[in-house]
């Protein structure tokens, strides 16, 4: 296993960290996803437990264990939802942070420096990519035209995904609150009263139910701002 981790443990990285991420992560990556960069907290004291963050192809995924270690909640945020990276030097590590299109501010501090502008760099490489297709040399001439065409397509979808929301909704909902196991009529109530555990696991649902066709993705993207606000 340490042997597939070498490219991530080369500034210090600690490798029990490395490898617990990265064994959870198997099971989330997307296809022809892949792990450009790991960047893990080391503050003064001993962490035991640091949070880390994960770039991707496709993401920035930011990884928090919890019950003492026994378990992890991931946050991941697509690179089309975020508005701009940034990092900052502290005398003590750095400081990563980014802000979304929603106006959601994540900030992970006691970044080892070297991580945290290598992290950077990934991360304004990436966004780099998605505003201007033409300078990635995997992108061919005559994908780069694709979006020409976009704004009609998107329209049309737009119009279909209103329709069938009003249709679909009452059969979602009962089908979340099987899951879940929850018949609360106040929504905002519920999100109110949950933790962090579990607000992260009725996101796992919501997704369960957009992998199965019973949502669609405009309403899963919804319920999935809805409930980070709180996280």
Known sequence: ????????????????????????????????????????QKKPAITVFPDSIVVTNKRIIIC?????????????????EIEGTFMKEN?????????????????????PK?????????????????RNPKANPMVSEEETKIPEFIPEEI????????INYAEIMPTVSNYAETIEGNTST????LLNELTQDELFAKLQNYKKLLDNGLILQGEYDAYKKEILSYM
């Open 114 to 130: 070297i991580q945290a502008r290598k992290i950077s760099t990934y991360a304004k490489e990436q966004l780099d990519l998605l």
């Open 64 to 80: 928090q264990p919890k019950n003492m270690g026994l378990s992890m909640n991931f946050t991941d945020f697509t690179w089309d």
């Open 186 to 189: 106040s929504t905002e109530k």
């Open 1 to 40: 296993m340490i042997d597939n981790l070498k490219k991530f443990l080369n500034e210090e990285q600690d490798p029990k960290a490395i490898e617990k991420i990265t064994s959870k992560l198997n099971d989330l990556l997307m296809k022809n996803e892949e792990i450009g960069y790991i960047a893990v």
């Open 155 to 162: 329209e049309e979808v737009e119009t279909e995904e209103v």
């Open 91 to 111: 005398i003590l590590g750095s400081e990563f942070s980014f802000s979304t299109k929603t106006q959601i501010q994540v900030s992970i501090d006691y970044i």
